[in-house]
């Protein structure tokens, strides 16, 4: 699950900054570009630091009858 | 869940909130949008004839929109009047001369704009309309579209010559708008104009 989350966060940002700086934005659409932009860019790198930080509670080994 | 992500996630909703703001609230406003450079009002005059009657040269170096800075030189009789960021708005005796940047969208080429879009629009808007001439030009280097036409302005004819100079990011839009009298008398004059826009960023 958290290679997926990652590589899912990976995209985002990569959307983002396509958008921010690749895309050709026409005069009347700038103010949504920078808010969609920015905004995959944070929950972009917001979710590749979750990923990368996330730690899962020890397992609790099994008894087999 | 630790410490480390409730801590990511807090400064995510903050960023959040902080873009939000940026963009459609109080702070909006603040970080883009172009505005005018007071370097491009300044103009430096220089003794130039640019046409009969026209010994001084104002020259501005327009500095308001990072891609697209230019370089125009117009006579010095020539009224510069209040202009938004990236252009230029001019009044002399008999007509009026306009500069302005133009965003040309990735679906569309500058000639197709010119043709498709922009002359079916005067078309509507301005009555009387009736194209003169159209022709692909180069001015410095740069692959221009120039539209010539007239349309009636109450009772008088004007004549307008319409050019589209290609840049890095936007397209330069030269207007020049005189009375169909008095356009033969100008023609060399707004040739200079043109042929001294230059971009100074490519």
Avoid: C
């Avoid at chain 1, 997926?4 to 940002?13: A, D, G, K, P, Q």
């Avoid at chain 1, 808010?35 to 087999?64: D, E, K, M, N, R």
């Avoid at chain 2, 301005?126 to 180069?138: A, C, E, H, M, T």
């Amino acid at each position: 699950m958290k290679p997926i989350f990652s590589i899912i966060s990976v995209i985002l940002i990569g959307a983002g900054l396509y958008l921010k700086f690749l895309y050709d934005v026409p005069d009347v659409e700038e103010t949504t570009n920078f808010f969609v932009s920015g905004f995959l860019i944070i929950i972009g790198i917001a979710g590749l630091l979750i990923s990368v930080f996330w730690s899962h509670p020890p397992s609790t080994p099994q008894s087999h009858d | 869940m630790n410490k480390k992500v409730i801590t990511i996630g807090l400064l995510a909703m903050t960023a959040l909130i902080l873009l939000t703001l940026y963009t459609f609230g109080p702070l909006a406003g603040r970080g883009g949008g172009a505005t005018v450079n007071p370097v491009s009002r300044q103009a430096k005059t220089e003794y130039k004839a640019m046409g009969p009657g026209t010994p001084v040269t104002n020259t501005y170096h327009n500095r308001d929109i990072k891609e697209n800075f230019y370089t125009l030189s117009v006579p010095d009789s020539w009224q510069l009047e209040s202009s938004p960021a990236g252009a230029y708005h001019f009044t002399f005796s008999g007509g009026e001369g306009t500069v302005e940047l133009m965003d040309i969208p990735d679906n569309t080429t500058p000639e197709l704009l010119v043709l498709s879009q922009e002359e079916p629009r005067f078309k509507n808007v301005l009555p009387g309309y009736q194209r003169l001439n159209y022709q692909k030009l180069s001015i410095n280097g740069n692959e221009a579209y120039q539209l010539i036409y007239q349309y009636t302005d109450g009772k008088k004819t004007n004549t307008a010559t319409r050019t589209t100079i290609v840049g890095k990011d936007r397209a330069g839009v030269l207007s020049l708008i005189s009375e169909k009298e008095t356009a033969p008398g100008l023609q060399a004059i707004f040739t200079s104009v043109l042929n001294g826009f230059k971009w100074e960023n490519q």
